[in-house]
C-alpha cells in the first residue's frame, strides 16, 4: 500500500521517513490496515525510551505485497493494546510491560515476564537504577 | 464443572521435551486441557540490556547464543546491521560461504529437531540417528571456525578466514541423501508415530498468521512465505519452499525433512558459486572503536524457527541506543495458549514439540 494513501485515510497521521507516526487510534487503524490491505501479520512491536516518552513501532506485514508498513505512536505510561486485533500482540505487549513498565489497557495478560514477581523498576527504561538488593549477592 | 474440580499441572520447567526451561501450567478436566499458560524468563540474560552496555565488537559474540543451534543465523543479523549501516557490499564469496554455512546450520538445527521430537514421542533411537549426521556438520564446523556451536564465525564485512575442504560437504550431502531415505523408511511407517501425530495440533491458517507464526510452521499451514526469497543474501539461488496442506504435527515434521533436501539444493548451488569465485575479496570494517551512524536499521531472515530480525536505533554512540530481536520461538510460545486448549494431556508432549521451540530464543 502506498503511504500518502494511509495518510489521507488518517488525516492526522505524520509522515517521517518510512514510519508513519500517528496520534492516536492505533487500534483502528492497524485494524483498517488489516482487513482492507491484507496486512494480517504482524511481525513485532518495538519500544524505545527517548526519555520524554515511550515510541512504539507496530511492522505490520502483508504476505501478498511483501511489503512492511510501520506505525508509530507515543505513549506515557499507558498505550491501547491491540491483542484483540492480533493475538502475537499479546506476546509483544507482556514484553514491553516487564521490560519497559507499559501497561496496556484490555490486555488482561500483563504481569512479569522475564523479571521476577516482586522486581523493582523496568530494566530497559533508560533511568533504570539496579538497585535490587537481589544483584548484590556477591558483595 | 466448576473450577474446584480443575487439576492445576506444572509442565516443566525441568520437564525433557520442553527442549530447555518452559513452563507450561495446564489446567486440566480430567486430562482434558481447559487453560495454558507458558511460563519463560527462567533463561533471560538480558540480551537487549546488555547491547547497551557493550561496544558492538564486545557484544557480537554473544549473539549466537540467543539460539544456541543456529548461531549463524544471528551472527549474519548482526553482521548485516553493521553492515548496512556502514554501506559495506560483501564480495560474491562471502556470500556464498554464508549461505554455505547458513544451510549447513539449518541441516544441523532440523537434525537434531527430527531426532529429539522423536524421542519426546518415546522412539529412542532415531534420536542417535540424527545426532551421528549432525555431527558430521558439526566436525566441519569446528574444521573451519574452530568451534562447533558458538562459532563467531562471521564478521563485520565477511568472514574471519577463507573456507577450505568442500570436500567434507560434499561427502556429507551424500551420505545425508540416503540417511534421508532411511529416516522416512523408520520414521513414516510407525504407526505409533503416526496415530500420535496425524490430525493432531491442528494449526489452522488464520491462527498462525494472527499469532505471527512464520517458518516452517506456517508453510505447514499452507501459507508460502519464505523470507529467503527476498532476501539479500540468496539472491540468484534456486529453491521451492516447502508448502503443505496438513496443519497438523505429522505435516510439520514432513516439512521439516523434505527441507533437509531444499537446504542440501542451496548448498550445492553455494558450492557452485564458490568454485566460480576463489578471491575472498573482502572489506573488512576495523571493528575497535566503531561507531555507527546515527539512525536505524534493520535486518531480518529465515531462521530454522521462522523470521528472525534484529533491530538497532544508534544516537552515533559506539552503543546500540536501543537494541531488539525478534524470533520465531517466542510467538509459537504465545500460540501454545490457543493450540493446547481443548486437547489432551498425553497430545500437549506431541504438539508443543512439533513446534520446534527453543528456550534461549524465548528468554533472550
Not at chain 1, 487500534?27 to 496486512?39: C, P, R, T, V
Not at chain 2, 518415546?122 to 558458538?150: D, H, N, W
Request: glycine share 6%.
Amino acid at each position: 500500500m502506498n503511504i500518502i494513501e494511509f495518510k489521507n485515510l488518517f488525516g492526522e497521521s505524520e509522515l517521517f521517513g518510512e514510519k508513519i507516526i500517528m496520534k492516536s487510534d492505533i487500534a483502528k487503524s492497524l485494524q483498517f490496515l488489516k482487513e482492507n490491505y491484507g496486512y494480517n501479520i504482524l511481525k513485532e512491536i518495538i519500544a524505545i525510551d527517548n526519555r520524554d516518552d515511550i515510541e512504539l513501532s507496530y511492522r505490520l506485514y502483508s504476505p501478498d505485497d511483501d511489503e512492511d508498513v510501520i506505525i508509530t505512536t507515543f505513549v506515557k505510561g499507558e498505550a491501547e493494546s491491540v491483542s484483540k486485533i492480533f493475538d502475537s500482540a499479546v506476546a509483544d505487549e507482556k514484553e514491553i510491560f516487564d521490560l519497559f513498565g507499559i501497561k496496556f489497557t484490555c490486555n488482561d495478560e500483563l504481569e512479569r515476564l522475564y523479571m521476577p514477581e516482586g522486581w523493582k523498576g523496568h530494566p530497559l527504561r533508560k533511568n533504570y537504577e539496579e538497585n535490587d538488593e537481589r544483584l548484590k549477592w556477591n558483595d | 464443572m466448576t473450577n474446584t474440580n480443575l487439576l492445576k499441572l506444572n509442565l516443566g520447567p525441568q520437564h525433557p521435551s520442553t527442549h530447555g526451561v518452559l513452563r507450561l501450567i495446564l489446567e486440566l478436566d480430567g486430562e482434558k486441557i481447559v487453560s495454558c499458560k507458558p511460563d519463560v524468563g527462567y533463561l533471560h540474560r538480558g540480551m537487549e540490556k546488555m547491547a547497551e552496555r557493550l561496544s558492538y565488537v564486545q557484544y557480537y559474540p554473544t549473539v549466537d547464543r540467543i539460539d544456541y543451534l543456529a548461531g549463524f543465523f544471528y551472527s549474519e543479523l548482526f553482521c548485516e546491521i553493521i553492515e548496512k549501516a556502514l554501506n559495506v557490499e560483501l564480495s560474491e564469496r562471502v556470500k556464498a560461504i554464508r549461505v554455505l554455512l547458513l544451510e549447513l546450520n539449518r541441516i544441523a538445527s532440523h537434525l537434531l529437531w527430527i531426532g529429539a521430537y522423536l524421542m519426546d514421542l518415546g522412539a529412542v533411537s532415531p534420536f542417535f540417528y540424527t545426532f551421528r549426521e549432525r555431527e558430521l556438520i558439526l566436525k566441519y564446523f569446528e574444521k573451519i571456525t574452530g568451534q562447533r556451536m558458538m562459532n563467531n564465525y562471521f564478521i563485520f564485512g565477511g568472514v574471519r578466514r577463507d573456507i577450505f575442504d568442500i570436500e567434507d560437504v560434499e561427502e556429507f550431502l551424500e551420505i545425508l541423501k540416503t540417511k534421508i531415505k532411511d529416516y522416512e523408511r523408520i520414521i513414516d511407517s510407525n504407526p505409533i508415530f503416526l496415530q500420535r501425530t496425524k490430525g493432531k495440533g491442528v494449526l489452522e491458517q488464520n491462527v498462525a498468521l494472527n499469532g505471527a507464526i512464520t517458518g516452517v510452521n506456517l508453510r505447514a499451514s499452507g501459507v508460502n512465505l519464505d523470507f529467503r526469497t527476498k532476501h539479500k543474501l540468496y539472491e540468484g539461488y534456486e529453491f521451492t519452499p516447502i508448502v503443505s496442506e496438513g496443519k497438523d504435527c505429522y505435516t510439520r515434521y514432513r516439512a521439516r525433512v523434505l527441507e533437509l533436501n531444499e537446504s542440501s539444493k542451496l548448498i550445492k548451488q553455494a558450492i557452485e558459486k564458490l568454485k566460480q569465485n576463489s578471491a575472498l575479496n573482502q572489506t573488512l570494517i576495523q571493528p575497535i572503536g566503531l561507531k555507527l551512524p546515527a539512525g536505524e536499521f534493520y535486518s531480518e531472515i529465515e531462521a530454522p524457527r521462522g523470521l528472525a530480525s534484529c533491530y538497532v536505533k544508534s544516537d552515533g554512540e559506539n552503543k546500540p541506543y536501543r537494541l531488539k530481536w525478534r524470533t520465531g520461538s517466542y510467538y509459537a510460545v504465545n500460540l501454545l495458549r490457543k493450540l493446547l486448549k481443548g486437547t489432551y494431556l498425553n497430545d500437549a508432549i506431541a504438539i508443543a514439540g512439533s513446534l520446534d521451540i527453543i528456550l534461549p530464543e524465548v528468554d533472550k
